[in-house]
């Protein structure tokens, strides 16, 4: 398959990671393999449309204005409360402050857009975005789940500082890298099937599955490299942010550097990250 040797190219040269030229073909696999049978074509995508496995059944969404992508701002279902209830999501009422929300999604948007190829990737993934609550204010939080492969929830931080826009950013990029790793594998599988080993996870500071630590290492680079890309006008006030951000992410690097030869990865797992750790 043409899609394969192209993925396959990519996994032994992906650098950027937010390289778009495969993005298409993974987005269009995903919608050929399985949501065309869900949905009758891209418009009628929706978060709750891909849970229950129906279409008519949709939730509340309005469009981010002001951006070049047409994302959606999707409001918490009722009858996703299933869903959110099993995997620990607290949705937020949007419709409180709906505009001060969409000007923090834009900003963050906005910064992303500092390295304009990443940016454009995001827009290509990302269909929607549902805002979730995180108990902690100083914490972000964000989740993505496969079977939801164009929609990302996070959380906004409550204070109106710089920094917290970069935060939010951050938050976009970490869930969308983990919807485009998801597509590629969809294709390339780096994971052998039904593969039980675990492997250090200095993200969780425990043993997780090789796929969560395949994942992390996939996201943390992309977000090293973000911040590495940053123009050094982009504004003094956030590089110490940033700076502290990149010697954390490395030294989280240097406590996986074996993870290559786990023996439950794919050759193409274990190539992509060998390549991720360099």
Known sequence: MEISKRILKFIHNPFPLWDSDIADLVIDHKWDTSLKNIF?????????????????????????????????????????????????????????SFAEKVEKINDALNILGEVKPLQSLIFQLVKSVQIIESENPET??????????????????????????????????????HLYLTLIENVIPMIKKNDRHLFYSPWRNEERP?????????????????????????????????????????????????????????????????????
């Open 40 to 96: 009758q074509n891209h418009d009628k995508y929706s978060i709750t449309g891909c849970i229950l496995k129906d279409e008519t059944i949709k939730e509340k969404a309005l469009q981010l204005i002001n951006t070049a992508g047409k994302i959606q701002i999707a409001f918490p279902s009722d009858s996703l409360d299933g869903f959110y209830n099993n995997h620990g999501i607290i949705t937020e009422d949007i419709s409180a």
């Open 210 to 278: 090789l796929r969560g630590v395949l994942h992390g290492l996939f996201v943390f680079r992309a977000i090293l490299d973000f911040y590495t890309a940053i123009p050094k006008s982009f504004g003094a006030e956030n590089r110490d942010y940033i700076l502290i951000r990149v010697s954390e992410i490395k030294r989280e690097f240097s406590r996986i550097t074996a993870f290559p030869q786990s023996e439950g990865l794919t050759l193409a797992g274990q190539k992509l990250s060998s390549m991720l750790l360099i």
């Open 140 to 177: 972000d939080i964000s989740y993505s789940h496969p079977d939801i492969p164009f929609s990302i929830f996070f959380s906004l931080c409550q204070d109106n500082f710089v920094i917290s826009n970069l935060r939010v950013a951050e938050s976009i990029l970490h869930e969308s890298m």
